[in-house]
């Protein structure tokens, strides 16, 4: 590659820059889900391309679309590999088994759901996002987060009764227990 002299700048364009067109169209008619969708499956495919990981990007793409809840046998069978391979090659490439992302998954929706919406009730919920009960729904919640979806949907609302939706306070108090951590 030729080198450039010192002092002279070049206009580089992003690959991803193609989308902006369509992009733009969608954010006109204020289409965000099919904007995100559309950036996704762009990086999803340079991603397979790049790393030639298909079965694991199988594998997250059915995860995704089961919203954390499929068994790990469908998981593997959407990928077409055997539950051992699957978890072999998952737990190599990202630290983690594919229960505890499926399950970190499931606690991000519980998560945003109450955060959106701390009325809800937390044994219909459990029952929409595919949980046994609303035991195992704050049992989860709980291994990720330290307190139960219960806790979690009272704190938001008084946090939201004393605050309304202004976010810098209803996240202060959860921001200043980080001060000690240096990033």
């Known amino acids: 590659m030729p080198t450039l002299p010192a002092g002279v700048v070049t206009k580089a364009t992003h690959p991803i820059a193609s989308l902006q067109k369509e992009l733009s169209i969608l954010l006109e008619q204020d289409k965000i889900s099919e904007v995100l969708n559309l950036v996704q499956d762009w ?93 195992h729904i704050n049992r989860e919640f709980k291994r990720y987060s330290g307190i139960t979806a219960a806790a979690f949907a009272k704190q938001i609302k008084v946090r939201k009764a004393t605050f309304g939706n202004d976010l810098s306070q209803l996240f202060y108090p959860l921001l200043s227990n980080l001060s000690s951590f240096v990033l």
């Open 43 to 135: 990086f999803l495919i340079r991603y397979t391309a790049s790393n030639g990981k298909p079965l694991l990007v199988k594998a997250g793409k059915a995860m995704v679309k089961g919203n954390g809840a499929l068994p790990i046998a469908a998981v593997a069978e959407a990928a077409h590999s055997t539950v051992r391979t699957l978890e072999r090659k998952f737990k190599a490439s990202s630290g983690r088994t594919v229960k505890d992302v499926s399950g970190l998954m499931r606690f991000e929706q519980t998560r945003d759901r109450l955060w959106g919406d701390p009325e809800l009730n937390v044994a219909g919920l459990a029952h929409e996002l595919g949980y046994a009960d609303q035991s």
